[in-house]
């Protein structure tokens, strides 16, 4: 059974949330799986142990969660040697338009740079607005942004455009070469 740490940072909850999910449907697969959030205390888990690494982090002006990349860079030596994979959350992703995709790709791309790591499998899941977690500098900021890329402005609720699907997917088309690493290993 193949033994994954499923690691993540998440500013508002919902690249949590993802995780979470994909954690879950590896579990249905047979999967053993650790969740860590990289920005809770305590020390963080190296990939040496695990047959394989997924890590994820969402992307807040232009950057992915300092932690995770920090995490990263300091394991990529070790994450070069297991089967990993990343996934990155966005608002960009929402959009359907040539211009979100070169985006997307763009933030992976930077990710990938500044790391040093390359994930052999990666994917792109759009995020929430999560108005309800904002300060209120923050919900001014977005709201005046959504407006500007023609999103919701309403700020009395949250809205998620994360495809659950896709996602489930994604985590179950991994499942065959985490089994191979782990009857390897
Ligand atoms: C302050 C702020 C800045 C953001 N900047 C970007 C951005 O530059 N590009 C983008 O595609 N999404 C951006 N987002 C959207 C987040 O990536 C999205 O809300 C995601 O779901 C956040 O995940 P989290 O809840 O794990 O923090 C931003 C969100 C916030 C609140």
Redesign the pocket.
């Known amino acids: 059974m193949p033994n994954v740490l499923v690691i993540y940072a998440?500013?508002?909850?919902?690249?949590?949330k993802i995780a979470a999910r994909i954690g879950a449907a590896l579990e249905r697969d047979g999967v053993t799986v650790t969740l860590h959030d990289v920005r809770a205390c305590g020390a963080h888990p190296a990939p040496l142990g695990y047959d394989a690494v997924i890590a994820g982090a969402?992307?807040?002006?232009?950057h992915d969660q300092r932690e995770l990349v920090h995490w990263a860079e300091r394991h990529r030596a070790a994450l070069g040697s297991v089967p990993s994979a990343f996934f990155s959350?966005?608002?960009?992703?929402a959009d359907d338009t040539d211009e979100s995709r070169e985006?997307t790709r763009g933030?992976i791309a930077g990710f990938v740079e500044k790391t040093g790591w390359t994930p052999a499998r990666t994917a792109t899941f759009a995020?929430?607005?999560?108005y309800r977690e904002?300060d209120f500098v923050?919900r001014l900021?977005?709201r005046l942004l959504m407006r500007h890329m023609h999103h919701e402005t309403d700020a009395s609720r949250d809205y998620d455009y994360t495809d659950w699907d896709a996602v489930d997917r994604w985590a179950h088309e991994l499942v065959p070469a985490l089994a191979v690493a782990a009857s390897v290993a």
């Open positions: 998440s500013t508002h909850g919902h690249t949590g969402s992307i807040h002006a232009g959350v966005c608002l960009t992703a985006a933030y995020g929430a607005l999560q904002y923050t900021m977005m």
